[in-house]
C-alpha cells in the first residue's frame, strides 16, 4: 500500500468514526465543513481549548480537532470607579461547560453601568430599595418589576423605558437585579455556553468584535460557528484555557 493510499484510507476511518461523509478532513476550519458532524457517541470524548493570544477556539476529540473557530477574548484592561476595580481577564486553566442556554438574557454586570458613567462624565450608584427622590419633588421608584417616575404631588406612574440606562441628575443608576431594566435581550447572541464564575462562551450583536481582545471576560463567537458548538458540545466538556 502506497503512503498516499494508507493516509486516504485512515483519513476513511477518521471520518466515518466521526459520522462525515468519507474523504472530508478531520480537521475543520469552517462552520460549513463541520455540517456533516452528527452528535453521537463521540462527544463524550469532545473538549474544548481556548487559544488566548491565538484567538481561537478549538473543539478536540482524541487527537483529532474536529472544528476550530475565531474568537473575541477578553481585553485585559482594568476598570476602577466609584471605590471598585474591574479586571476584564478570563483566568487560564482548567474549566467545564456548567450549562448551556438558548435565547440568554444579559443581566449587566455593575461595571457596565460604571463604564457608561465613566464615558460620560458621571456619577454611578446602586438603585435604592426605598427609592429616590428627585430635585423637583418626582420620585423615581419601582412598580410591578419596572423603574418609574411619580410626578410630584401627584400618584400617577410612568414607567421608564427598559431599553434605556436610568440616569437622573448627574447619576447612573444601577438597576436592582429583579427589574426589566436589568434584563437585555439579545446582547449574547442566539446561544450561551456557561463556563462558571460568571464567564461564558455565546455570540455577539458586533460580529467585527470577533478575533479581537475586547470582551470584558467572556469568549465571543461568530453565528454561525456558535451555532455549531452549541449543537455538538454537552454539559460536562472539559475546557483548557490558555
Known amino acids: ?55 481561537l477556539l478549538l473543539v478536540l476529540a482524541g487527537a483529532d480537532t474536529l472544528y476550530r473557530a475565531r474568537i473575541a477574548v477578553p481585553s485585559g484592561r482594568t476598570l476602577t470607579m466609584a471605590g471598585r476595580t474591574w479586571h476584564f481577564t478570563l483566568p487560564r486553566g482548567e ?17 457596565h453601568y460604571a ?26 421608584t419601582v412598580r410591578d418589576s419596572v423603574i418609574g417616575v411619580v410626578p410630584p404631588g401627584d400618584t400617577t406612574f410612568l414607567a421608564l423605558p427598559t431599553e434605556e440606562h436610568v440616569i437622573f441628575e448627574g447619576t447612573v443608576f444601577i438597576p436592582p437585579m429583579e427589574t426589566l431594566n436589568r434584563r437585555v435581550d439579545g446582547m449574547l447572541g442566539a446561544y450561551a455556553l456557561d463556563l462558571g464564575g460568571g464567564y461564558m462562551i455565546h455570540g455577539t450583536r458586533d460580529l467585527t468584535s470577533i478575533g479581537r481582545a475586547v470582551t470584558h471576560g467572556c469568549i465571543r463567537l461568530g453565528d454561525r460557528d456558535l451555532a455549531w458548538v452549541y449543537a455538538r458540545v454537552p454539559v460536562g466538556t472539559p475546557v483548557l484555557v490558555r
Open 1 to 55: 500500500m502506497s503512503p498516499l493510499t494508507r493516509r486516504r484510507w485512515r483519513e476513511a476511518l477518521v471520518a466515518a468514526a466521526f459520522g462525515l461523509a468519507t474523504g472530508m478532513r478531520p480537521e475543520l476550519t469552517r462552520a460549513q465543513d463541520g455540517a456533516g458532524l452528527v452528535p453521537g457517541p463521540w462527544m463524550q470524548s469532545v473538549r474544548l481549548e481556548v487559544l488566548l493570544s491565538r484567538r
Open 95 to 111: 474549566r467545564r461547560v456548567t450549562g448551556k442556554r438558548e435565547r440568554p438574557v444579559w443581566i449587566p454586570p455593575e461595571w
Open 115 to 140: 463604564e457608561i458613567a465613566r464615558a460620560e462624565g458621571l456619577r454611578v450608584a446602586p438603585f435604592p430599595l426605598a427609592g429616590v427622590t428627585l430635585h423637583d419633588g418626582s420620585r423615581l
